[in-house]
């Protein structure tokens, strides 16, 4: 895969519920495209709910969408399930992302790509990563409120993910998102700053 292909490119990373949806609405605002991962990834699965079914069992599909809260619990307690479904899913993300960003690379400015495993996974020759940093215990809240879950479960999901700390020393640019949205928005107008 040529690094040509991602020239304009900026992986847009972080961990779950550091803010990585609101960041890249943000730069959406002042006219960056940006690519969603999740979103792929979320479309792919509903297109693939027969495999899903056949792989992990039809109460995890209905009407042929799969139900992504109920195969979540199988998938961050065990890494079998969790590798079996990257298998069926990562490349077929990567094809989509490759697609998408050839058109994007045509208009010669940079793109955001919001990848949440990019570090782990490194299927990616992006040339410059920014990373969504929340402290982890805020991470930990946020995500007991968001999904509306105990802290051991959000802690569990967390830990599938490396830590952020890490993800924060390899990035090329950090946002810090531990305060309100109008931080964020300043922050994200001095990343644009350092891009443009």
């Not at 605002?29 to 792919?44: E, M, N, P, Q």
């Not at 056949?54 to 109460?59: A, K, R, V």
């Not at 990616?124 to 991470?139: A, G």
Request: include cysteine; charged fraction near 30%; proline fraction near 3%.
């Amino acid at each position: 895969m040529s690094i040509d292909l991602f020239k304009n490119a900026i992986a847009l990373t972080g961990g779950i519920s550091t803010g990585k949806s609101t960041t890249c609405n943000l730069f959406k605002l002042h006219g960056f495209l940006t690519i969603d991962a999740d979103k792929i990834a979320h479309r792919l699965l509903d297109e693939n709910s027969g495999k899903i079914a056949s792989m992990f069992g039809e109460q995890y599909v209905e009407n042929g969408k799969v139900i992504r809260k109920e195969l979540g619990k199988i998938i961050f307690s065990n890494e079998e399930n969790k590798l079996k479904l990257e298998a069926l899913l990562h490349p077929l993300i990567k094809d989509e992302i490759i697609k998408e960003s050839r058109v994007f690379e045509l208009q010669n400015k940079p793109y955001f790509i919001d990848i949440p495993l990019f570090f782990e996974k490194m299927h990616y020759p992006i040339p410059r990563s920014l990373v969504i940093y929340t402290p982890k215990e805020i991470q930990v809240k946020r995500l007991m409120d968001r999904d509306k879950i105990t802290k051991e479960e959000a802690e569990l999901k967390i830990s599938n993910q490396w830590d952020i700390e890490k993800k924060k020393e390899m990035a090329d640019m950090v946002i810090d998102n531990s305060k309100d949205l109008k931080h964020l928005q300043a922050e994200v107008e001095r990343i644009m700053d350092l891009i443009i």
